[in-house]
């Protein structure tokens, strides 16, 4: 496996895979990686002549008073993991590789990134679209891959790619989970034992919200109603939003019918989790 830390050598080792006709895969991530990455890492593989995958913790998508400081690098381990999951060639840039002195380019979209976690994280969505079309430009992928846990962040991708013409496939895996449902998170490590329990509060409103549905309720009020409910059982949680919307523009229904997204955003104790289910 090959690790590469600057755009020109990361440009070279594709321009080389290009000459050989090979088909990229492209994970990007910020590391600290987990069996959701992993799950990323396989379906690539499985689809492309070569894997390359990205660690780069990215300023631009961290607000203030959030954890960009303190998010969990591990480097090291997750240069074995991807070794250990076939990657051909890992991208580590550093910040000053990615962002150099004078860089003053942002990529700004409109409706999507003001939806769900958008009012809660301003300027988020902003530093992921910057990022994103930095390293498709650098690594010119076949097909990216993207966990549905961020689903928002990948619609606003695939808008992404629509909009400005990147000739790439976005490729969006299942939610990967624990054992009691909680959704694999980097941020999971932040959680003591008891927040660790508390956070499978989260999940729990999912399903309540499915077996509502199932049942016939199609009042998306009334169901998240009973997500919420559910939900203040757990008295470390806080919730951000608990949203139903259209599953492509992200807009809130009232009458739950079709294909749709049921969100959530919760704190548990300074750890804000996400998490959703597609239905229909």
Not at 229 to 251: F, P, Q, S
Request: with cysteine.
């Amino acid at each position: 496996m090959k690790i590469f830390t600057t755009v020109e050598d990361m440009r070279a080792y594709v321009k080389a895979c290009r000459n050989k006709d090979h088909a990229i895969g492209f994970v990007p991530t910020m590391g600290a990686f987990h069996k959701g990455h992993i799950s990323l890492m396989q379906a690539a593989r499985k689809e492309n002549d070569v894997v390359i995958v990205s660690i780069f913790v990215n300023p631009l998508q961290f607000c203030s008073g959030e954890d960009y400081d303190r998010y969990p690098r591990q480097t090291d381990l997750d240069r074995r993991i991807c070794e250990a999951e076939g990657v051909d060639a890992v991208f580590n840039p550093t910040v000053a590789e990615i962002y150099p002195k004078g860089f003053d380019s942002h990529v700004d979209q409109g409706e999507l990134p003001s939806k769900l976690c958008g009012p809660f994280r301003p300027g988020h969505f902003r530093g992921v679209t910057t990022v994103v079309s930095k390293l498709f430009n650098i690594i010119l992928p076949d097909a990216a891959y993207f966990g549905q846990k961020d689903y928002q962040q990948t619609q606003i991708i695939r808008r992404l790619v629509q909009d400005l013409n990147f000739d790439i496939k976005v490729r969006m895996m299942p939610i990967v989970r624990e054992d009691d449902g909680l959704a694999m998170s980097s941020r999971n490590v932040y959680l003591g034992p008891k927040q660790r329990r508390e956070a499978t509060c989260i999940y729990r409103s999912l399903l309540r919200a499915k077996e509502l549905i199932a049942k016939g309720e199609n009042d998306a009020g009334k169901v998240i109603q009973e997500m919420r409910r559910e939900i203040r059982k757990t008295k470390g949680a806080r919730v951000d939003y608990l949203a139903i919307t259209n599953a492509e523009t992200l807009e809130s229904i009232r009458e739950i019918k079709g294909k749709v997204l049921i969100a959530v955003a919760v704190r548990i104790g300074k750890t804000r989790l996400i998490d959703n289910i597609l239905l229909g």
